[in-house]
């Protein structure tokens, strides 16, 4: 038999077998073409090769003692390539050292075949380790199509939310319609502001890509609690008088309640998560860095960085924004009033991380723009 021979036969598995004595290829391929397709390599070089050639071997049948390359350096060689690493491979040696079948066993070898060669032995061991592999074959595909399945339902799952949260931020849009393209807007600006403080050792834990994700979807719900507040206040063209302004700052707690009340169980469970994280955003979205704004007058820190972060984009486009209350401001304009706040209205870290994509926030206004604000 050739180093490259195979021969054909019925069965549905493919075995390589490798030694560098013709006779033994001989033998063993003798004893197992009749059930098996057979290939031989007469050298560790070549049954590297097979290995990785068409038909591939479902199991490798490997002489240790071989001139060259041994059969360690073959099984070692095998187990680090990605395509042969799951091959099952039977040492076949006349060594009978039980640290030379502990070494190969350690290699990965999942079992051994003396010499001389015992027919029977030699069918058996070859017919339980094919069986072996095709129920690990077995197991690996359904365990794949498992994983697409969930992965399916996850996509269709995260869709829902996704359309779901939309719906939810829609309702605290269609009672300020002159607000237009603010949601998608602002979360723009929070994912590039999470997305530039990542870099940020003093941030980089919190803001991982997971994280960034979490905090920009519940950006959406920032203003939720608008729901609550009377048209006559929420609509009016002028200033507001304090009792109205008391009013409308509750739209900040309305909002937080809101979704702890919609997404608690009946054990009370705390928010975890995107929900904590929206929870954050509404409620605390007004405060200001220097302790002076509202509900809480929570300072600094103590603010919670999703909502620090939500504040700029929020004030930012606000700013550039029209409104009933007001006209637009320039975009030169709202940096200075942005620059201004920082260490008062606004973290410096969270400022910073602002001016460094100053061109991007611009670019996101005026794709998103909304009619009459050009």
Not at 65 to 74: A, K, N
Not at 244 to 259: D, P, S
Not at 286 to 303: C, F, M, N, Q, T
Not at 310 to 324: E, H, P, Y
Request: contains cysteine; charged residues 25%.
């Amino acid at each position: 038999m050739s180093a490259s021979n195979s021969i054909q036969a019925p069965g549905r598995f493919t075995v390589l077998i490798v030694d560098d004595m013709p006779e033994n290829l001989a033998v063993l391929g003798e004893l197992l073409q009749s059930d098996y397709r057979v290939r031989a390599a007469s050298s560790g070089a070549r049954a590297l090769a097979a290995a990785v050639s068409e038909p591939r071997p479902d199991l490798i049948l490997l002489d240790v003692m071989m001139p060259e390359m041994d059969g360690y350096e073959v099984l070692e060689r095998l187990r680090a390539m990605p395509e042969t690493r799951d091959i099952p491979v039977i040492f076949v040696t006349a060594m009978d050292a039980a640290e030379d079948e502990a070494r190969g066993l350690d290699l990965g070898a999942v079992d051994y075949i003396a010499k001389p060669l015992r027919p029977s032995i030699v069918r058996a061991r070859v017919h339980n380790h094919l069986e072996l592999k095709q129920a690990r074959d077995r197991m690996r595909d359904q365990n794949a199509w498992l994983e697409g399945e969930v992965e399916h339902r996850l996509q269709e799952i995260r869709l829902i939310q996704d359309i779901s949260l939309r719906a939810l931020a829609n309702l605290a849009e269609t009672r300020d319609n002159e607000t237009g393209n603010h949601i998608l807007r602002t979360q723009g600006y929070v994912e590039l502001l999470c997305q530039e403080l990542s870099d940020n050792l003093k941030h980089r834990s919190l803001l991982t890509p997971d994280n960034i994700r979490v905090i920009s979807k519940a950006a959406q719900l920032h203003d939720i609690g608008k729901v609550g507040i009377p048209d006559h206040i929420l609509l009016k063209p002028g200033k507001l008088n304090e009792d109205e302004w008391r009013v409308m700052r509750t739209h900040t707690t309305l909002g937080a309640e809101a979704i702890r009340q919609a997404f608690h169980s009946e054990q009370e469970q705390p928010v975890f998560g995107f929900l904590r994280t929206a929870v954050e955003i509404a409620q605390s979205h007004h405060e200001r860095w220097d302790g002076s704004g509202y509900p809480h007058g929570l300072k600094g820190e103590a603010i919670p960085l999703p909502a620090r972060i939500m504040a700029l984009a929020d004030v930012f486009d606000a700013l550039i924004s029209k409104r009933v209350y007001k006209a637009a401001f320039s975009l030169e304009q709202s940096l200075g009033i942005i620059d201004e706040g920082r260490g008062t209205h606004f973290d410096p870290d969270v400022v910073d991380a602002f001016f460094a994509r100053a061109d991007e926030f611009r670019d996101i206004a005026l794709r998103l723009q909304d009619t009459g604000n050009a």
